[in-house]
Protein backbone atom coordinates (compact mmCIF):
# COMPACT_ATOMS: atom_id res chain seq x y z
CA UNK A 1 0.00 0.00 0.00
CA UNK A 2 1.05 3.41 -0.92
CA UNK A 3 2.37 5.52 2.02
CA UNK A 4 2.72 9.61 1.32
CA UNK A 5 5.16 11.17 4.16
CA UNK A 6 5.50 14.69 4.33
CA UNK A 7 8.13 16.48 6.65
CA UNK A 8 7.79 18.78 8.17
CA UNK A 9 4.49 18.37 9.65
CA UNK A 10 4.03 21.91 10.36
CA UNK A 11 6.54 25.72 10.04
CA UNK A 12 6.31 29.18 10.76
CA UNK A 13 9.01 31.25 8.94
CA UNK A 14 8.52 35.27 8.85
CA UNK A 15 7.73 36.78 5.75
CA UNK A 16 9.97 37.23 2.34
CA UNK A 17 11.70 33.65 3.23
CA UNK A 18 12.33 31.01 0.79
CA UNK A 19 11.21 27.63 1.84
CA UNK A 20 11.26 23.94 1.13
CA UNK A 21 8.77 21.29 1.93
CA UNK A 22 9.29 17.51 1.65
CA UNK A 23 7.10 14.82 0.33
CA UNK A 24 8.04 11.37 0.19
CA UNK A 25 6.23 8.19 -0.85
CA UNK A 26 7.03 4.08 -1.17
CA UNK A 27 5.94 3.17 -4.03
CA UNK A 28 7.69 4.74 -6.93
CA UNK A 29 4.92 3.43 -9.52
CA UNK A 30 3.03 6.38 -9.90
CA UNK A 31 1.05 8.12 -12.59
CA UNK A 32 1.29 11.60 -11.44
CA UNK A 33 2.16 13.49 -7.88
CA UNK A 34 -0.17 16.42 -6.86
CA UNK A 35 0.31 19.34 -4.44
CA UNK A 36 -2.58 20.93 -2.75
CA UNK A 37 -3.11 23.69 -0.62
CA UNK A 38 -5.78 23.84 1.69
CA UNK A 39 -7.24 26.90 4.12
CA UNK A 40 -9.09 26.29 7.22
CA UNK A 41 -12.55 24.56 6.81
CA UNK A 42 -11.68 25.11 2.56
CA UNK A 43 -11.75 22.41 0.21
CA UNK A 44 -8.78 21.84 -1.68
CA UNK A 45 -6.88 24.00 -4.53
CA UNK A 46 -4.40 22.51 -6.93
CA UNK A 47 -1.35 24.15 -7.39
CA UNK A 48 1.01 22.00 -9.73
CA UNK A 49 0.76 18.67 -11.00
CA UNK A 50 3.60 16.51 -11.76
CA UNK A 51 3.70 13.60 -14.13
CA UNK A 52 5.39 10.66 -14.12
CA UNK A 53 8.18 11.05 -16.83
CA UNK A 54 8.23 14.77 -15.38
CA UNK A 55 11.03 16.41 -13.42
CA UNK A 56 9.33 19.59 -12.25
CA UNK A 57 6.65 22.06 -12.53
CA UNK A 58 6.69 25.35 -11.72
CA UNK A 59 3.52 27.88 -11.34
CA UNK A 60 4.35 31.87 -10.08
CA UNK A 61 6.36 31.81 -6.78
CA UNK A 62 6.41 27.55 -6.41
CA UNK A 63 8.13 25.13 -8.23
CA UNK A 64 7.59 21.53 -7.73
CA UNK A 65 10.24 18.52 -8.25
CA UNK A 66 9.64 14.98 -8.48
CA UNK A 67 12.08 12.52 -7.96
CA UNK A 68 10.39 8.69 -8.86
CA UNK A 69 12.92 6.70 -8.51
CA UNK A 70 13.93 7.80 -4.80
CA UNK A 71 10.29 8.22 -3.96
CA UNK A 72 10.40 11.73 -2.99
CA UNK A 73 9.18 15.72 -4.26
CA UNK A 74 9.87 18.93 -2.87
CA UNK A 75 7.71 22.10 -3.30
CA UNK A 76 10.00 25.48 -2.80
CA UNK A 77 8.04 28.42 -2.17
CA UNK A 78 10.05 31.77 -3.08
CA UNK A 79 9.75 35.18 -1.02
CA UNK A 80 7.38 33.73 1.19
CA UNK A 81 4.22 35.88 2.09
CA UNK A 82 1.06 35.97 4.84
CA UNK A 83 -1.40 34.61 2.26
CA UNK A 84 0.57 31.80 1.85
CA UNK A 85 -0.06 30.31 5.31
CA UNK A 86 -2.12 27.45 5.01
CA UNK A 87 -1.77 23.44 4.78
CA UNK A 88 -0.43 22.14 2.05
CA UNK A 89 -1.09 18.71 0.62
CA UNK A 90 1.23 16.32 -1.19
CA UNK A 91 -0.80 13.59 -2.89
CA UNK A 92 0.10 10.45 -5.50
CA UNK A 93 -2.23 8.41 -8.01
CA UNK A 94 -0.95 4.83 -8.86
CA UNK A 95 -0.96 3.95 -12.62
CA UNK A 96 -4.37 3.48 -12.87
CA UNK A 97 -4.23 7.64 -12.99
CA UNK A 98 -7.45 8.18 -10.73
CA UNK A 99 -7.03 7.15 -6.57
CA UNK A 100 -4.88 9.44 -4.57
CA UNK A 101 -3.19 9.03 -2.01
CA UNK A 102 -2.50 11.89 0.25
CA UNK A 103 0.20 12.83 2.96
CA UNK A 104 -0.94 14.76 6.26
CA UNK A 105 0.08 17.93 5.02
CA UNK A 106 2.40 20.67 6.16
CA UNK A 107 0.65 23.43 8.40
CA UNK A 108 2.41 26.67 6.89
CA UNK A 109 2.48 30.11 9.13
CA UNK A 110 3.92 33.26 7.10
CA UNK A 111 4.20 35.89 9.80
CA UNK A 112 4.93 39.28 8.98
CA UNK B 1 -20.57 24.73 -13.29
CA UNK B 2 -17.76 26.94 -12.79
CA UNK B 3 -16.48 24.57 -10.04
CA UNK B 4 -17.46 21.40 -7.84
CA UNK B 5 -20.42 22.54 -5.48
CA UNK B 6 -21.16 20.36 -2.54
CA UNK B 7 -23.99 20.21 -0.61
CA UNK B 8 -25.30 20.66 2.38
CA UNK B 9 -21.78 22.55 3.80
CA UNK B 10 -22.52 21.41 7.10
CA UNK B 11 -24.94 18.62 8.44
CA UNK B 12 -25.10 17.33 11.67
CA UNK B 13 -27.52 14.68 12.50
CA UNK B 14 -28.23 12.30 15.16
CA UNK B 15 -26.14 8.64 15.92
CA UNK B 16 -28.34 6.16 13.47
CA UNK B 17 -30.07 8.70 11.15
CA UNK B 18 -29.75 8.51 7.56
CA UNK B 19 -27.90 11.22 5.71
CA UNK B 20 -27.46 12.06 1.88
CA UNK B 21 -24.57 14.28 0.77
CA UNK B 22 -24.48 15.47 -3.24
CA UNK B 23 -21.85 16.40 -4.96
CA UNK B 24 -22.52 18.55 -8.57
CA UNK B 25 -19.19 18.19 -10.92
CA UNK B 26 -17.48 20.45 -13.34
CA UNK B 27 -19.98 19.94 -16.19
CA UNK B 28 -17.78 17.57 -19.09
CA UNK B 29 -15.70 15.61 -16.22
CA UNK B 30 -16.43 12.22 -16.58
CA UNK B 31 -14.73 11.26 -13.45
CA UNK B 32 -16.21 11.83 -10.27
CA UNK B 33 -14.32 10.71 -6.79
CA UNK B 34 -15.69 10.89 -2.96
CA UNK B 35 -13.33 11.25 -0.34
CA UNK B 36 -12.90 11.64 3.57
CA UNK B 37 -11.28 13.61 5.63
CA UNK B 38 -10.43 13.42 9.43
CA UNK B 39 -8.87 16.36 11.99
CA UNK B 40 -5.24 16.61 11.34
CA UNK B 41 -5.73 13.73 8.51
CA UNK B 42 -4.98 13.83 4.78
CA UNK B 43 -8.09 13.28 2.16
CA UNK B 44 -8.80 9.33 2.34
CA UNK B 45 -10.10 8.03 -0.92
CA UNK B 46 -13.59 6.37 -1.01
CA UNK B 47 -14.72 5.71 -4.25
CA UNK B 48 -14.30 6.64 -7.82
CA UNK B 49 -16.88 7.20 -10.68
CA UNK B 50 -16.11 6.81 -14.66
CA UNK B 51 -19.54 7.81 -15.77
CA UNK B 52 -22.15 6.33 -14.47
CA UNK B 53 -20.51 3.19 -13.17
CA UNK B 54 -18.54 2.78 -9.71
CA UNK B 55 -15.12 1.66 -11.79
CA UNK B 56 -13.65 1.63 -7.84
CA UNK B 57 -15.42 1.42 -4.42
CA UNK B 58 -12.83 -0.13 -2.70
CA UNK B 59 -12.34 2.73 0.02
CA UNK B 60 -16.36 2.30 1.11
CA UNK B 61 -15.88 1.46 4.86
CA UNK B 62 -18.51 -0.65 5.04
CA UNK B 63 -21.99 -1.83 3.50
CA UNK B 64 -23.38 1.14 6.05
CA UNK B 65 -21.98 3.51 2.88
CA UNK B 66 -23.15 3.51 -0.71
CA UNK B 67 -22.63 6.31 -3.90
CA UNK B 68 -24.88 7.05 -6.68
CA UNK B 69 -24.05 8.95 -9.95
CA UNK B 70 -27.26 7.69 -11.98
CA UNK B 71 -27.24 10.49 -14.64
CA UNK B 72 -23.13 10.79 -15.35
CA UNK B 73 -23.16 13.85 -13.56
CA UNK B 74 -24.73 14.73 -10.01
CA UNK B 75 -23.65 11.69 -7.31
CA UNK B 76 -24.60 11.59 -4.36
CA UNK B 77 -22.96 9.43 -1.26
CA UNK B 78 -25.33 8.02 0.72
CA UNK B 79 -24.53 6.65 4.81
CA UNK B 80 -27.23 4.36 6.69
CA UNK B 81 -27.21 4.20 10.60
CA UNK B 82 -24.77 6.99 11.20
CA UNK B 83 -22.36 6.47 13.93
CA UNK B 84 -20.18 9.44 15.46
CA UNK B 85 -17.35 7.53 13.68
CA UNK B 86 -18.43 8.93 10.50
CA UNK B 87 -18.15 12.67 11.98
CA UNK B 88 -15.79 13.95 9.31
CA UNK B 89 -15.33 16.42 5.98
CA UNK B 90 -16.54 14.76 3.44
CA UNK B 91 -14.95 16.16 -0.17
CA UNK B 92 -16.01 15.69 -3.50
CA UNK B 93 -13.71 15.93 -6.66
CA UNK B 94 -13.93 15.60 -10.74
CA UNK B 95 -11.34 15.31 -13.38
CA UNK B 96 -11.14 15.08 -17.35
CA UNK B 97 -8.49 12.46 -18.70
CA UNK B 98 -7.76 15.97 -21.04
CA UNK B 99 -6.06 17.55 -18.13
CA UNK B 100 -3.57 14.96 -17.14
CA UNK B 101 -6.22 13.96 -14.53
CA UNK B 102 -5.75 16.72 -11.94
CA UNK B 103 -8.25 17.03 -10.04
CA UNK B 104 -10.78 19.83 -8.95
CA UNK B 105 -12.46 19.61 -5.30
CA UNK B 106 -15.02 20.56 -3.99
CA UNK B 107 -15.13 22.86 -0.47
CA UNK B 108 -17.06 19.59 1.07
CA UNK B 109 -19.40 18.50 3.69
CA UNK B 110 -18.71 18.93 6.92
CA UNK B 111 -20.61 16.06 8.42
CA UNK B 112 -21.11 15.84 12.55
CA UNK B 113 -22.88 13.18 14.09
CA UNK B 114 -24.12 13.66 17.64
Known amino acids: KQEVTQIPAALSVPEGENLVLNCSFT??????LQWFRQDPGKGLTSLLL?????REQTSGRLNASLDKSSGRSTLYIAASQPGDSATYLC???????????FGKGTSLLVTP | GAGVSQTPSNKVTEKGKYVELRCDPI?????LYWYRQSLGQGPEFLIY????????DSGLPNDRFFAVRPEGSVSTLKIQRTERGDSAVYLC????????????FGSGTRLTVV
Open chain 1, 50 to 54: IQSSQ
Open chain 2, 93 to 104: ASSSPGENYGYT
Open chain 1, 91 to 101: AVSDNSGYALN
Open chain 2, 27 to 31: SGHTA
Open chain 2, 49 to 56: FQGTGAAD
Open chain 1, 27 to 32: DSAIYN
